[in-house]
């Protein structure tokens, strides 16, 4: 089923894809493609989607790769959706109105990491503190010594 | 106001502070009242429901959570490969064995690693053990937001037999730290297994009988929670529900038997599903799943073999990345897990059944009555602790 997946995927949008585990197929997308690979998904059963899971690799010299992880519910199969950005510019288009499920996963990577979702209707604090926004604590540059909660001055 | 209904934990925000007086104060009914379930609501844990309220019917749900977000998947960062667990099992501490199993695995498979057999089958009866624990406090809340507070109690007496077996076996009750890359912790010793199978013995002699008496087949619980918060089997895919709840509604998805993990592909259990998909059919997915697992435990145990219940798991694991479910208590815990061939986790990202049920609530609960949030609430057996992380 993942051959067949696979092939498709080459026919029509020319992308490449590697199985990263017995079940599990792996997509590599531009962002400006990644709309149109996520709808073809959904139609081809991927239905369920899991989550959306940023990497940071900006200590080993690359950017943050965002990916999209989904569920074929009848055939048992799961497909990773796999877009590589540069640390300078965090901007992916948002995939919220195809899979509604995504959109708080999105925010939640929004706040995490820094990475902006264009098109989610939703971007605002949703785990974090109030105080703790826009310092994106799971980024690999976050140092838990500088940013403690601002305490009362001791006098 | 200094009646029964602030007591209980409700406060009344008038959507717009405007003075009224006169002619408009028909007018105030028809404005819709902003009502704050929780944060100290008895059923709603560390969490809270912004409610728009339109007199008694539920217009908008918006949840409001972060109150206990302790950063797990940061803590991991800063662990090596087997002391995550710590971290990774205080996910949820009512079943912590099935985060830690999920962990596991995903560990083993970066580094290339292949367990025991006796590893498997320990850590498929300690899973289900705490599977059996968590759903015991889930079905003893949900009545327990009804306000019969009795079957809490019965459930409890069960539990704390599972909770001697986990602590002969680790030392510890609830956080175990007892499922590591590579096996399992410690020997499951005689003493182990005498304990887990006189707690499956009560369970299925004592607890299970009694309580299917009184609190499953009962019109007043039926009345009370059949066809509400009623979800369709395209609607539960289409809004992402997992575990209990989306089987609840048809759909026969359980990572035991799809991707068969630990023993699971060698034991013989069924995958309960019902189709009605409210919240009275998501209670006894529950119950029904709770008669498995005891099956399963019972069938671990026998076929439990004999040799090593560890091996050696290497300090520096080399690069490469993993995608692993298990099916948790509260559904498929997933866990995307990266090395970079260092002493540690590079990055984990754990994929939470319970975040999911959280964002469908606001679909779930349109239209529906004030009264009937916190039975929809409690049905959908949702953790606080995995919500946040």
Known sequence: MLEEIKEKVKAEFGLESKGYDTNILLIECERERLRDLVKFLKNNGFSYPHTVSVVDYTPKGGGFQV????????????????????????????????????????????????????????LEVMLLPDWAEGLFPLRKSYDFEKHRKPSKEKK | ?????????????????????????????????????????????????????????????????????????KLVEYRTWINAVVNVERACFMDDFGTMAGYSIAAEKIAGVEVPKKADYVRTILCEGGRIVSHLIGLGSFVGVMGVHTPMQWALIAREKFLDAFEVYSGQRIATASIIPGGVRYEPTGKFIEKMISAVDFLEKEFIPRYAEVFIDNPTLKLRSQGIGVVPKEKAVELGLAGPALRASGVASDVRKDYPYAAYGELDFKVV????????????????????SAKIIRQAIEGLPEGEWRTKFPIKVPPGEAYVNVEWARGCFGFHLISDGGTGPYRLKMRAPSFANVWALPEIMKNVKLADVPVIFASLYMCHGDIDR
Request: hydrophobic share 40%; proline share 5%; glycine share 8%.
């Open chain 2, 1 to 73: 106001m200094g009646n029964s209904i602030s007591l209980a934990g409700y406060t009344f925000v008038v959507e717009e502070s405007k003075e009224i007086s006169g002619e408009d104060l028909g007018l105030l009914q028809e404005k819709l009242l902003q009502l704050n379930w929780g944060v100290q609501h008895p059923a709603s844990g560390p969490m809270r429901l912004k409610l728009w309220v339109d007199g008694d019917e539920v217009v908008k749900v918006d949840p409001d959570i972060g109150y206990v977000l302790r950063l797990l998947e």
């Open chain 2, 273 to 292: 599903t019902k189709e009605e998909g409210d919240a009275y059919a998501r209670y006894l997915v529950l119950w029904e799943e709770l008669i498995e």
């Open chain 1, 67 to 122: 990916n999209y992880i989904l569920e074929n519910l009848n055939e048992k199969k799961f497909v990773m959706v796999r877009v590589n950005l540069s640390s300078e510019d965090l901007t992916v288009p948002t995939v919220s109105d195809i899979f509604p499920p995504l959109q708080p996963h999105e925010r939640e990577a929004w706040e995490m990491f820094g990475v902006e979702f264009i098109g989610n209707p939703r």
